[in-house]
C-alpha cells in the first residue's frame, strides 16, 4: 500500500515543523525547518500521480539498506509549484521538478545549497518530457538517496565538528595516529590488541563506535568474504555476550559491500546485520575499510546498533556520519565534509 501523500500548506508547516541549525547561516539566513531526512518535492499535481512522478516517489521512498526491517529512506511530502511560497521555501531538504520541452533538450540535475535557508539542500530534476524525466530517475536513483543522505550527514558531521567526545578522540589517536568525531554520548568504553569500542550502552536505542587494525598482506583483504571473515575473529576476542560461547559475529547473507570514497581515498563499504551467537541479540552495522598506505595495515571504522523497539534509520545514519570524519595518519584533508554533488552520464551539475 502507498504511502499517504502530503499536501503542505502554510498552516501545516507552522504547525508541525521544528527549526534545525547548522550549515553556512548567514546574519539574514533564516535557519531552515523541518526534521532529519524529509523532503518536500514541488511538482505539479497531475505528473507527480503519472509513471513520472510515481517514479520519483518510488525512489524516495525505497528501503534503507541494511536494517533488519523495512524503513523508507526519507519522509515525503509534496506541494504545486503554485503554493511553493516562502515558508515552504524555508524547508531543508526540496527537490523541484521542471519538465519543459521548450527549455531542455535531455534530463539533468541542478543543485545548491541554503539559497532560501540554512542549512539547506535543493535539487532541481530538469527534463524536456516525462518519459525521460521518469527514466532519467530511475536510471540515478542512487544518486538521488546519496545527495540527500550526505547532506543530512553532513549537518550530523558539523554539529560532531563542536561536539564530539574528547576522550574517545585521544583514545584513538594514541591507539591509531587517526583522528575520528563521535558523539559525547558514547562514554562507555573498552580496549583490545589494536581494538577499541565505545558505546552509550543503553538498553534501547544503543549506539556503538568501533575501530581496530591489522596488517595489509593480502590483495583479496577489499573483498566481503575477506572483510566477515577479518570481522567475526576480531569482533570474537572482543565483543562476547552475556554468557561463556556467545560473541558478536556477522550475519553473511544480510551483508552487501560497495567501493565508496572516504577524505578523497578508496574505502569498501559493508553493511549489514550482526548477532550474537546463541542469543537473540542483533542489529545493524556499517563498516568503513581502509588502506593506511604509510604503515601497510588497514583500519576498520565501524558503527553498530541495538533497538530492538525503535525504528533504526536515523540513529544508524546519525553514527555513520563519525565514520567520514575518520583521518588516516598523515592525511591532509582539510575538515571532514562528504563532498555533496550529483554526477551521471546524462547530467550536468550547476551550483
Known amino acids: 500500500m502507498r504511502k499517504h501523500l502530503f499536501y503542505l500548506s502554510m498552516a501545516l508547516v507552522l504547525t508541525l515543523f521544528a527549526a534545525c541549525s547548522g550549515g553556512n547561516k548567514g546574519v539574514f539566513t533564516p535557519t531552515s525547518s523541518g526534521r532529519a531526512y524529509e523532503i518536500l518535492v514541488v511538482v505539479n499535481p497531475g505528473l507527480w500521480e503519472r509513471p513520472a512522478g510515481r517514479a520519483l516517489f518510488d525512489v524516495l521512498d525505497s528501503d534503507v539498506p541494511g536494517l533488519p526491517q523495512s524503513e523508507?529512506?526519507?519522509?515525503?511530502?509534496?506541494?504545486?509549484?503554485?503554493?511553493?511560497?516562502?515558508?515552504?521555501?524555508?524547508?531543508?531538504?526540496?527537490?523541484?521538478?521542471?519538465?519543459?520541452?521548450?527549455?531542455?533538450?535531455?534530463?539533468?540535475f541542478k543543485y545548491a545549497r541554503d539559497?532560501?535557508?540554512?542549512?539547506?539542500?535543493?535539487?532541481?530534476?530538469?527534463?524536456?518530457?516525462?518519459?525521460?524525466?521518469?527514466?532519467?530517475?530511475?536510471?540515478?536513483?542512487?544518486?538521488?538517496?546519496?545527495?540527500?543522505?550526505?547532506?543530512?550527514?553532513?549537518?550530523?558531521?558539523?554539529?560532531?565538528?563542536?561536539?564530539?567526545?574528547?576522550?574517545?578522540?585521544?583514545?584513538?589517536?594514541?591507539?591509531?595516529?587517526?583522528?575520528?568525531?563521535?558523539?559525547?554520548?558514547?562514554?562507555?568504553?573498552?580496549?583490545?590488541?589494536?581494538?577499541?569500542?565505545?558505546?552509550?550502552?543503553?538498553?534501547?536505542?544503543?549506539?556503538?563506535?568501533?575501530?581496530?587494525?591489522?596488517?595489509?598482506?593480502?590483495?583479496?583483504t577489499f573483498t566481503k568474504e575477506y572483510f566477515v571473515h577479518k570481522r567475526d575473529s576480531v569482533m570474537k576476542a572482543n565483543i562476547p555476550g552475556a554468557q561463556e560461547g556467545m560473541y558478536m559475529m556477522t550475519d553473511s547473507l544480510m551483508t552487501d559491500v560497495r567501493p565508496i570514497s572516504v577524505q578523497g581515498d578508496y574505502a569498501l563499504e559493508a553493511r549489514g546485520l550482526w548477532r550474537i551467537k546463541g542469543d537473540f541479540m542483533g542489529g545493524p552495522f556499517v563498516s568503513h575499510v581502509r588502506l593506511d598506505k604509510p604503515n601497510q595495515r588497514i583500519i576498520v571504522s565501524e558503527i553498530f546498533v541495538y533497538s530492538p523497539d525503535k525504528m533504526k534509520r536515523n540513529l544508524v545514519r546519525q553514527m555513520e556520519a563519525s565514520l567520514y570524519t575518520l583521518k588516516l595518519p598523515g592525511s591532509k584533508q582539510e575538515g571532514a565534509e562528504i563532498p555533496v554533488g550529483v554526477t551521471s552520464k546524462d547530467t550536468t551539475n550547476n551550483k
Open 72 to 108: 523508507r529512506s526519507f519522509r515525503i511530502m509534496y506541494t504545486a509549484p503554485a503554493n511553493y511560497d516562502s515558508t515552504l521555501k524555508l524547508i531543508r531538504n526540496i527537490i523541484i521538478v521542471d519538465v519543459n520541452k521548450d527549455l531542455y533538450t535531455q534530463p539533468k
Open 115 to 220: 539559497v532560501y535557508a540554512a542549512p539547506q539542500s535543493i535539487l532541481t530534476i530538469q527534463a524536456p518530457d516525462e518519459e525521460s524525466f521518469e527514466k532519467f530517475v530511475e536510471e540515478n536513483k542512487q544518486v538521488i538517496i546519496d545527495f540527500f543522505t550526505h547532506a543530512e550527514m553532513n549537518r550530523q558531521i558539523s554539529v560532531l565538528k563542536d561536539k564530539h567526545s574528547d576522550y574517545v578522540a585521544t583514545k584513538v589517536k594514541s591507539m591509531f595516529d587517526c583522528d575520528v568525531w563521535v558523539p559525547g554520548e558514547l562514554s562507555s568504553t573498552k580496549e583490545g590488541e589494536n581494538f577499541f569500542w565505545a558505546g552509550t550502552n543503553t538498553a534501547t536505542g544503543d549506539q556503538n563506535f568501533v575501530i581496530y587494525s591489522y596488517p595489509y598482506t593480502d590483495k583479496d
